[in-house]
């Protein structure tokens, strides 16, 4: 069994919807700190807000990285890791460049991967890479694990929530059976009650990705999209 504080530490609440505002992040914050999850994952431009809205308690900041669709130039990604970074970021989620990925340029996916992660590590900071697999087939799902470890990064993930597919437990399976501990494993995308989350946790992921935290934790059944 699961309490409701051990499943939260497991959390990256996400506060990524486009339509946003600072008043949303205050009102997201508040509840990061009064459930105790892991992080609150902004966009690029909330970093520094979340950081003095969450100062002084246990919730750190992590934040997306082109996103939803992975498609900045490497340059730029290295750019936007240093900058996030310097806002205060903990943690970063990027997301791979799907589109050279599936005309099977791994050396571009890799040397991408590697830029965000050279910035990152050298900071200390962990780097989550999104996969978003309801693009890929499942062999596709396997290969992504596989070069995302030859990067250097630390975590893979489903899905930026934006996309197809979201979390589902046959990937989770196959990313936990390719990697095989060598890296850690985030669900995310499409979560929406308490059973799903424990779900993915008993499964075997580290972490999770949720942006309706309270109604998940508190036993309900989210009606967003997110």
Not at 26 to 35: H, I, L, Q, R
Not at 61 to 90: M, N, R, T, W, Y
Not at 139 to 158: P, R
Request: include cysteine; glycine fraction near 8%.
């Amino acid at each position: 069994m699961y309490t409701k504080a051990q499943v939260a530490k497991t959390i990256d609440h996400a506060v990524l919807k486009p339509e946003f505002t600072d008043e949303d992040l205050v009102k997201n914050a508040e509840m990061c700190k009064e459930y105790g999850v892991f992080s609150m994952c902004v966009r690029p431009c909330d970093i520094k807000r979340a950081k003095e809205l969450l100062e002084n308690s246990d919730v750190k900041v992590s934040c997306v990285l082109s996103f939803p669709h992975g498609a900045d130039a490497i340059v730029v990604k290295a750019f936007q890791a240093k900058q996030a970074i310097e806002d205060g970021a903990d943690e970063i989620d990027m997301v791979m460049n799907i589109g050279k990925f599936l005309e099977g340029d791994y050396h571009y996916v890799v040397e991408d991967i590697e830029a965000v992660v050279k910035v990152a590590h050298a900071k200390g900071i962990l780097v989550k890479v999104i996969q978003e697999s309801g693009f890929l087939a499942m062999e596709q799902i396997e290969k992504a694990c596989e070069l995302s470890f030859m990067a250097g990064a630390d975590f893979v993930k489903t899905s930026t929530g934006f996309g197809p597919g979201g979390a589902k437990h046959e990937y989770i399976d196959l990313m936990i059976k390719t990697l095989e501990g060598k890296m850690k494993v985030k669900a995310s995308g499409g979560i929406r009650t308490w059973d799903d989350a424990v779900a993915f946790l008993k499964q075997g992921a580290d972490r999770l990705g949720i942006g309706s935290t309270e109604v998940v934790l508190n036993g309900g059944k989210a009606e967003a999209d997110y």
